[in-house]
C-alpha cells in the first residue's frame, strides 16, 4: 500500500528503518532543526518519531515520505500527508535537514504532496501547522498557494508551545491554481 512520489529532484518513499542513521536521527538531535517542533529529542525518542510515521502507515494508509535527493541517493527530510489524532485538520508538513535548507526541496516536494493529497487521498482541504515564528515556513506555504486560515492549538504534548498557526487551502483553490500555472512558477529557495 505503500506510495512513491517522484519530482525533479526527489523521491518521496515511505521511511524505512535505514533512514535512521542516514539522517533521520541527526535531524530529530539537532536544536536547530528541531527549534519550532518542540526542541531536539534524544536519540530514543527520535527512534520512537520514525516508528510514529511508519505507523501511520498501517493505520491510515498514508502518512509522511521520507525525502531522498536523486543525485547523491542522501535522506533529506520528511515531508507529507499527516493526520495523528486530535489533529486540527489534514496536513501536509515538511521537515528538512538543515544541509538541505535553501535549496526549494520544501516546495517542490510540498507541490507533490499536495497534489498527492487532492487529487489521490481525495482530501478537500489541507493545513500546514506552522510556529508563528516560522518565517520561512510560512513562506513556504505561500509558495504553495496557501494562506493563513486560523490559529490553532495542537493537541497534547504539542500544545505547550502555545497556539500555533494553520496555513491552508481548498482542494478548488489548489486545482485553480494549479490550472492557472501560479504553482509552477518560479524557482524558491526554501
Avoid at 58 to 71: D, M, N, P, R, Y
Avoid at 105 to 126: I, K, N, P, Q, S
Wanted: proline share 6%; aromatic share 10%.
Amino acid at each position: 500500500m505503500a506510495v512513491t512520489l517522484e519530482t525533479e529532484r526527489l523521491v518521496l518513499r515511505m521511511p524505512s528503518q535505514a533512514d535512521f542513521d542516514a539522517g533521520w536521527a541527526e535531524f530529530h538531535m539537532d536544536p536547530e532543526c528541531m527549534r519550532y517542533l518542540g526542541g531536539a529529542m534524544a536519540r530514543s525518542v527520535a527512534w520512537r518519531a520514525l516508528a510514529q510515521v511508519v505507523g501511520m502507515w498501517s493505520l491510515l494508509g498514508f502518512g509522511q515520505f521520507s525525502a531522498i535527493e536523486k543525485a547523491t541517493g542522501r535522506w533529506v527530510g520528511r515531508v507529507g500527508p499527516w493526520r495523528p489524532e486530535g489533529w486540527p485538520a489534514p496536513e501536509v508538513g515538511w521537515l528538512f535537514h538543515r544541509d538541505a535548507w535553501g535549496k526549494g526541496y520544501a516546495t517542490e516536494a510540498g507541490r507533490a504532496c499536495l497534489e498527492h493529497a487532492f487529487e489521490t487521498l481525495g482530501w478537500d482541504f489541507v493545513g500546514h501547522m506552522i510556529h508563528p515564528d516560522n518565517l520561512p515556513s510560512q513562506a513556504v506555504a505561500q509558495r504553495l498557494g496557501s494562506r493563513l486560515v486560523d490559529m490553532v492549538t495542537l493537541p497534547p504534548p504539542m500544545d505547550a508551545a502555545g497556539p500555533t498557526q494553520m496555513w491552508g487551502q481548498t482542494a478548488e483553490d489548489w486545482r485553480q491554481s494549479a490550472s492557472s500555472g501560479a504553482l509552477r512558477s518560479s524557482a524558491s529557495n526554501a
